[in-house]
């Protein structure tokens, strides 16, 4: 068998060259202590300080309102609740889209334990969310917070942030973008206030998140204070892996332009293709205003996790957002937002460098092993 083509980089995009570069020059001389005097710990605190510089150009900020975080779920934690702490004389109420990442609503359930409210707002059949709605969820008095990603990490719909962020400034009330899938890959929209990222969504390490807070943001966290990153983030720098993420971050977004749209031609191959091969096949989200590399389908009558399994077999890697896998026994909240099929869901995510042989070879196995799984099951 040939080696197996990676369809998952929604999850993880493998490590970028240029990012293990950095990263193995940096764990030589950025190992100090950023925070001392002496010579080694200058040296890493320039390379700190270096690598704030280029994040905050790519994603359209100041160095100083940037800060570094362990994941990109601390950052939306941070994100949010520091936001809903530093503007509690505004108002306890937070909004959302009903397609957060999970990082967004725990926190939003975090918040509600401590007596705030939360309402989520819903979307269409394409996963994007209602900007009327949203527009008058956050004109109600008392709103602190709202919260929008930029695209979703299931379906891979890009929401109207720009518009939700001027519906947001026209009532006075920060909006945090979720730019996890789009950051390195696509333009991130104007008017947000808060913003999270993470490094190995571009190729970057794990183990690096981004927090971005505007200027005139009020902000302040709910955890002990600590002196570094602005005092938003506590706990010493991961100087290596901050220095590696700016890295892959610049190189991703230096190619972008054409890696993202030769990616998105073989998305939509393989979204034009598989209802064609397949019977009983949805494919889910926009067709067009959608994240360039992600494509969701869900196949009727099939379990989405033996679909996983005999991929994984055939030499793809690929994810769902799928009923009953092993790690939980509810559909997907994005998919069942959204009113479509949870089963035999199947998510691609093409990686920098993916293939078109590899897209085809994926169409080409794909047709026998859902009629496989339906013939065992007894549907077919």
């Not at 949203?134 to 695209?151: M, S």
């Not at 807070?213 to 506590?234: I, N, Q």
């Not at 598989?274 to 019977?279: E, G, M, Q, R, W």
Request: glycine share 8%; net charge negative.
């Amino acid at each position: 068998m040939s080696l197996v083509a990676y369809f998952d980089a929604a999850s993880s995009e493998p490590l970028h060259p240029q990012a293990r570069e950095a990263l193995l020059a940096a764990i030589d001389v950025g190992w100090a202590d950023p925070a001392r005097l002496y010579g080694q710990a200058r040296r890493a605190h320039l390379l700190l300080e270096q690598a704030r510089t280029e994040v905050a150009e790519a994603l359209g900020a100041r160095p100083d309102e940037v800060s570094f975080t362990s994941s990109g779920t601390q950052a939306v934690h941070l994100g949010v609740l520091g936001t809903l702490h530093g503007r509690r004389r505004a108002g306890r109420h937070l909004v959302t889209s009903a397609v957060e990442h999970s990082s967004v609503l725990h926190a939003g359930g975090v918040h509600e334990r401590d007596g705030g409210t939360t309402e989520t707002v819903g979307v269409d059949l394409t996963g994007r969310v209602d900007l009327e709605r949203f527009t008058e969820a956050v004109a109600r008095p008392g709103t602190a917070l709202a919260c929008l990603q930029t695209a979703n990490h299931e379906v891979g719909t890009v929401q109207p942030v720009a518009e939700a962020a001027a519906a947001c400034r026209s009532h006075g009330v920060p909006l945090l973008v979720d730019a996890a899938q789009t950051a390195g890959r696509m333009p991130i929209p104007p008017g947000w206030s808060v913003l999270t990222a993470s490094a190995h969504k571009w190729g970057g390490p794990a183990g690096v998140g981004v927090l971005v807070v505007r200027k005139g943001t009020r902000f302040r966290s709910f955890l002990p204070e600590d002196e570094r990153e602005r005092r938003r983030v506590p706990g010493f720098e991961n100087v290596p892996g901050i220095v590696a993420a700016a890295a892959a971050l610049r190189a991703m977004a230096a190619d972008a332009a054409q890696e993202q749209a030769r990616l998105s031609e073989l998305v939509t191959r393989i979204r034009e293709t598989v209802p064609k091969i397949v019977p009983d096949v949805e494919v889910i989200g926009d067709p067009v205003d959608r994240a360039p590399h992600i494509v969701t389908f869900s196949c009727l009558y099939v379990d989405g996790e033996a679909l996983l399994t005999e991929l994984d077999k055939a030499g793809f890697a690929v994810s769902s957002g799928s009923s009953c896998t092993a790690s939980t026994l509810r559909p997907s909240h994005v998919l069942e937002a959204m009113g479509v099929l949870t089963h035999g869901n199947v998510r691609v995510s093409l990686p920098r460098g993916a293939s078109a042989a590899e897209v085809d070879r994926f169409l080409a196995v794909l047709p026998d092993l859902v009629r496989r799984i339906r013939q065992d099951a007894g549907v077919a």
